[in-house]
């Protein structure tokens, strides 16, 4: 069974957690939802408060597939500036794991040195992260080597979506699109 690490920090965005835990869920994936600190109760940015499993402290890499940063402004600067976290990106990518960030996430990647060249995150955030590589509005997801990054709330289904094709195939993919009714997702 797949591993995936959701670590959550105060002010996240609560369409983009909830959507990828609940997802990746559905598809069978183990997710770890890790707070930053001993407090385990996250809240977020619109004021929803979600219990996480563990703290990132307690993380072990090596029985992670994949990590997955959901955005919010506040969260996102948060992960960026989390020593945690940005061991943990360093390390995955070192070993190939695949990464994930979605609205203004990437920010924490690029902080961390992971980002690839293609990218796309929150209209307007490109300009704190790099303009270079920034993919726009072309796509709702990019995928670039062994790091997905995607818009923001509206596209969290598809991200969500993607990263299940990526750890569980197709038919897992097609067959969870389609009890979603999210035929929007390419």
């Known amino acids: 069974m797949s591993r995936v690490l959701v670590p959550l920090a105060c002010g996240f965005e609560e369409i983009e957690a909830v959507s990828i835990i609940d997802i990746l869920r559905r598809a069978e994936i183990k997710v770890q939802v890790a707070s930053l600190d001993e407090n385990k109760l996250v809240k977020g940015a619109n004021k929803i408060v979600v219990q996480a499993d563990m703290q990132v402290k307690d993380v072990d890499v090596d029985m992670l597939d994949m990590i997955v940063l959901p955005g919010g402004l506040d969260g996102t600067y948060a992960l960026a500036d989390d020593e945690n976290i940005q061991n943990i990106l360093k390390e995955m990518d070192e070993k190939g794991k695949n990464i994930g960030a979605i609205c203004a996430a990437p920010f924490a990647l690029n902080k961390a040195g992971v980002l690839k060249q293609n990218y796309t995150c929150y209209p307007s955030f490109e300009e704190q992260i790099r303009i270079d590589g920034y993919q726009g509005d072309k796509t709702m997801v990019v995928e670039d080597g062994n790091v997905i990054t995607s ?4 596209t969290a289904i598809c991200f969500a ?23 929007y997702c390419s």
């Open 151 to 154: 818009r923001g709330p509206a």
């Open 161 to 183: 979506l993607e990263i299940v094709k990526k750890l569980r195939g197709q038919e897992m993919y097609e067959g969870l699109k389609a009890g979603l009714l999210a035929n």
